[in-house]
């Protein structure tokens, strides 16, 4: 197949090394497109061309990927897909300007220097060729689970806007302190907050943006937290330890010993 990759970014180069196709590339920098295209054994084509390609793929900043379907609907023959990390916007964009032909909404939950690892998919018009990008997403090793846009969406305010909201405020509440003082859970928070905060801002402001209401329950829960009595803290930490439980099963006796770190 022929495959077009908007976005010539870390995402994008990850799409064109799993995927088995004749590769080609285009960016807002066209330097960009280049370098990946040499990298990966492919060309670089113009951002606003008209040559048509078999598969598109918009590999953009999630906050771009509706625009970026309406833009280039036009250069696909056969399949649109994205790799944004949002899917309510782009699979919506994609029914409007691509109706009748394959579509795919994909969202590696991984940075690609980590992969292979869990893919959602929202296969919202299945095809052959969506059929061999899948299979080539699970020929790499990858663990590709089916969902909804809204299910996805939903999700990603836990598992990325909550999370990286409570990292990055440990971050910037957190004092500097002699290493001897660490504890497990505060040097695993160390941890988590250098991860963060080693990526890039602009990705983890579109995350933010795009599924703040996860932030806002971060904060109201913090807020709570702060401003609990004694025995209403108690019974968030047991909301918090129930919530626990029913996730792996494990029965926590909360009220039966001392914290242990």
């Not at 990759?5 to 960009?32: K, N, Y």
């Not at 897909?81 to 909404?105: I, K, N, Q, W, Y």
């Not at 869990?118 to 052959?128: I, L, T």
Request: hydrophobic share 45%; charged share 25%.
């Amino acid at each position: 197949m022929d495959l077009l990759i908007v976005g010539a970014g870390a995402m994008g180069r990850w799409f064109g090394r799993t995927v088995d196709a004749d590769l080609a590339f285009a960016d807002a920098d066209p330097e960009r497109a280049t370098a990946a295209a040499d990298d990966l054994g492919g060309r670089a084509v113009p951002l606003d061309g008209d040559e048509q390609f078999d598969v598109v793929c918009l590999a953009v900043p999630m906050r771009l990927a509706a625009e970026a379907v309406d833009a280039n609907a036009h250069r696909a023959t056969d399949v649109m897909c994205d790799v944004t990390g949002s899917m309510a916007a782009p699979v919506a964009a994609m029914r409007e300007h691509f109706d009748g032909h394959e579509r795919l909404s994909l969202h590696p939950l991984f940075a690609p220097q980590n992969g292979p690892g869990n893919v959602a998919a929202v296969v919202d018009e299945s095809g052959p060729l969506t059929d061999a990008i899948l299979a080539d997403l699970d020929s790499a090793g990858n663990h590709v689970f089916e969902t909804t846009p809204e299910e996805h969406d939903r999700a990603m305010e836990t598992v990325q806007a909550a999370t990286h909201a409570a990292v990055l405020s440990f971050g910037l509440a957190a004092d500097n302190v002699r290493d001897e003082f660490a504890t497990p859970v505060s040097a695993a928070l160390d941890e988590l907050v250098a991860s963060v905060s080693g990526g890039t801002p602009r990705v983890y402001a579109d995350i933010q943006s795009s599924f703040g209401d996860g932030t806002d329950r971060v904060a109201d829960a913090a807020r709570a937290l702060a401003m609990a009595d004694p025995e209403t803290f108690a019974d968030l930490y047991r909301t918090v330890a129930r919530s626990d439980t029913s996730k792996d099963g494990n029965e926590h006796e909360t009220d039966k010993h001392d914290p242990v770190e």
